[in-house]
């Protein structure tokens, strides 16, 4: 897949997104096209633009982090999209894969959405134990989404990326 680099406004780098990130950063004047293959267009919403190979943003961003995205309830409900890992509802809750009794840790790897109901049934088990199946593997955010989040651009309805380093205390969860 075609990479393109980001640099903030300062011409520092910042990190890598996809070409239709890029394309939607600069279609949305969020970015400038610092570099573009030569010769190469893309078509998206029913205009042309160079393929970028690197933009730059226009306006300076404070990314919160970039290395690792912290860990938080809200957005381990955000990265799922608000789908119960065990049965594909809607999740209000946040699971510990592993308990937190049983020394499970509040991370990225180990936290997934969950129903009410599927949270209370798994209760104090792996789900093994429970006899759950996860439907997904929980993954741990990149920069690029850390980068686009900082951007404010976390639109679902685009088809970017929904992710949020949620300072704010979610909603209490079971287990
Ligand atoms: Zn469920």
């Known amino acids: 897949m075609r990479e393109t680099l980001v640099l903030n406004a300062s011409f520092e780098p910042l990190s890598t997104v996809s070409l239709r990130r890029a394309v939607v950063l600069v279609l949305r004047d969020k970015a400038v096209v610092e570099q573009a293959h030569p010769g190469l267009r893309v078509r998206a919403a029913a205009v042309e633009v160079p393929?970028?190979?690197v933009i730059r943003l226009?306006?300076?961003v404070r990314?919160?982090?970039r290395e690792r995205a912290p860990w938080s309830r809200r957005g381990v409900l955000v990265r799922d999209r608000h789908r119960c890992a065990y049965c594909g509802r809607r999740a209000t809750?946040?699971?510990h894969v592993l308990p937190?009794?049983?020394g499970g840790q509040d991370t990225w790897?180990?936290?997934v959405a969950a129903c009410a109901d599927d949270n209370h049934r798994k209760a104090d088990r792996t789900p093994e134990q429970a006899g759950m199946r996860l439907l997904t593997r929980p993954f741990e955010p990149t920069p690029a989404d850390a980068l686009l989040l900082a951007l404010?651009?976390?639109d679902g309805a685009s088809g970017l990326p929904q992710w949020l380093p949620a300072p704010a205390p979610a909603?209490?969860?079971i287990a």
Request: proline share 12%; aromatic share 8%; net charge positive.
């Open 171 to 173: 909603p209490a969860g």
């Open 51 to 53: 393929v970028p190979q």
């Open 93 to 95: 809750t946040v699971d």
């Open 109 to 111: 790897l180990n936290t």
């Open 63 to 65: 990314v919160p982090f």
């Open 58 to 60: 226009r306006r300076y």
């Open 100 to 102: 937190r009794s049983r």
């Open 152 to 154: 404010g651009m976390r």
